[in-house]
């Protein structure tokens, strides 16, 4: 059974930094990401990292987020700066195998006060 776990979420102002690890139980997916999901909103993909190390982002995020991946330690990390209240949710981590978005961790909130 595969397991991913996040950690990291928490409160912080506006204009703060988080950080946020997934670390998953077996050897790394080619493509990993982390999705988020306000209340009353669907869920979004935020940023996606796959085995070459290459990089997508929600535009709402670009240039304050940023995803990376260690293999040797099968996590994950989203580095988020310069934050503001919209990107308060619940973060996921996600990765996929054949094609689809299969495995999810239970999800970390991180709250952003104004």
């Known amino acids: 059974q595969v397991q991913l776990v996040e950690s990291g979420g928490g409160e912080v102002q506006a204009g703060g930094s988080l950080r946020l690890s997934c670390a998953a139980s077996r050897s790394m997916f080619v493509s990993m990401g982390w999705y988020r999901q306000a209340p009353g909103k669907q869920r979004e993909l935020v940023a996606r990292?796959?085995?070459?190390?290459?990089?997508n982002y929600a535009d709402s995020v670009k240039g304050r987020f940023t995803i990376s991946r260690d293999n040797a330690k099968n996590t994950v990390y989203l580095q988020m700066n310069s934050l503001k209240p919209e990107d308060t949710a619940v973060y996921y981590c996600?990765?996929?195998?054949?094609?689809?978005?299969?495995?999810w961790g239970q999800g970390t909130q991180v709250t952003v006060s104004s």
């Open positions: 996600a990765a996929v195998e054949l094609g689809v978005w299969k495995y």
């Open positions: 990292v796959f085995s070459d190390r290459s990089t």
